[in-house]
């Protein structure tokens, strides 16, 4: 596991090539690039022998150098064979016309190329390719892409924006400009100020941590966010690190948990034999929380008013025990429709509508510190739920459904924090955390949150 915040990409395991415009840069008498040095330490050098073919040296718009190349014959190339699965990060831009590829595998294996003014193409092999629009010329951005046979994907700025089949061929090499052995007119208009290749598919975890060295070392955004409410759409919002929005007696029983996005959703509790206590130091690694392990209490539970949701984004960070039953939240009084997270026989993530869409993984992977983000958008596909910024395994049952469709009916209702709506199976553990967005957030909004919120616990990513 490695931590979201990463000074190096070669804080991630499996890094095969990494170049960077700021170093190992080596200039011929015209001052074009000869030579661009792999820092990954494995050598993998991008060169070129002919000195009309060398691009330029240029500057981004935050005044980091990038090599500028023309698209008339300008390219850089590495031999070196590196199978199928492969992740590879670009930051760049397309130039203002022309069609060509930006980056490749060593030739029509693994390709990044722009179609013509408004689409672009990320592809395995000719035959089997993902496209995109709406490319927009002069606009610097950071493009992720994993080449993974029917499992392959592109993102641009966080944001997955096509998934599908960019076929199964293997790269033999590294061509940056161009198509290596193809000429024209596959070469490049565009500029690149960095490279990142890894030999495996990383997972959402570590490739939002990339994402995020990118962006923040280039100044581009999405970059970080400091509070969930940096982001639309934020309509609950409680967080025990925060003692002002927390109400409590002499015994540290709270009464009422305070909502922080600005929507006075307030989590209250009347009854004091009810009521959860505050911790200063109990969530591990010594965060705050509220405890729902003390005494045991069936009924123990914070109640909202009633909030809308149709399309939500839910972000949580629990610590589970090895007690298992009890539920962390349930949206909604009707047991018909809503949504609940169970701590069960097996640890249930489940949103209930029109049709009932159970989301069950294995119990163990609530227990113990943990972030969870939650989305649901009515779509096929479009509800998952991650652990640690990581799809986790499931419970055998119900095997496929971590990334499913749960309907499209909109429901109202209050908020139970730490027990059902009925108020007799309490939360076996601790919440330190819960925001909840009227939205369906997209991929780079939930790593934003996914990354705060692990960098605020320091809580590991990848699988939990």
Known sequence: MTERIIASPLAIADCAAWYDAALGIALDGSSLVSQWDD????????????????????????????LVFDGGDDILNATVAIPQPQTVFV??????????????????????????????????????????????PDAWHVHSMVLNGVASWYAQDF??????????????????????????????NCS??????????????????????????????????????DLAGCVLWLDATDLASITMDGSNRVSQWNDKSGNANHAVQLTDANKPVYNATGMLGGHPCLDWLAGAVAARRLVTPAIALTAYSI??????????????????????????????????????????SDRNIASTFLVGKKAVAWRWGGLHN????????????????????????????????????????????SWKGLISEIAIFNRYLNDGEVGLVENHLTEKYAIPIGSP
């Open 159 to 188: 944001a997955v924006k096509v998934r599908g089949n960019a076929g199964v061929a293997s790269a033999t090499g590294i061509g940056v400009g161009g198509l290596t052995g193809f000429g024209a007119p596959h070469y490049a």
């Open 382 to 425: 479009t509800h998952f739920c991650r652990v640690n910024g990581a799809l986790p395994g499931h419970a055998s049952r119900s095997a496929a459904n971590t990334q499913n469709d749960a309907g499209v009916a909109s429901v109202s209702g209050p908020f139970y924090v730490g027990n059902n709506n009925v108020g007799n199976t």
């Open 192 to 229: 690149v100020a960095e490279v990142i290749v890894y030999a495996r598919a990383l997972s959402d975890g570590e490739r939002v941590a990339v994402e995020q060295y990118l962006a923040r070392k280039h100044e581009l955004a999405p970059k970080l966010i400091v509070a969930p409410t």
């Open 39 to 66: 820092q990954s330490g494995n050598a993998l050098h991008l060169t070129q022998g002919t000195g009309a073919a060398r691009p330029a040296m240029g500057t981004t718009a935050s005044g980091r150098p990038c």
């Open 91 to 136: 930051v760049g831009k397309w130039g203002g016309s022309g069609s060509g590829t930006m980056i490749c595998g060593g030739g029509n294996q693994m390709r990044f190329w722009r179609i013509d003014a408004v689409s672009a193409n990320f592809e395995g092999n000719a035959s089997n390719a993902l496209q995109l629009f709406n490319v927009t």
């Open 315 to 356: 972000f949580s960070v629990l610590q589970g025990s090895s007690t298992l039953g009890g539920y962390a939240f349930v949206h909604n009084a009707d047991t018909a429709n809503g949504c609940y997270m169970l701590a069960g026989i097996e640890a249930s993530l489940r949103t209930i509508r029109t049709s009932i």
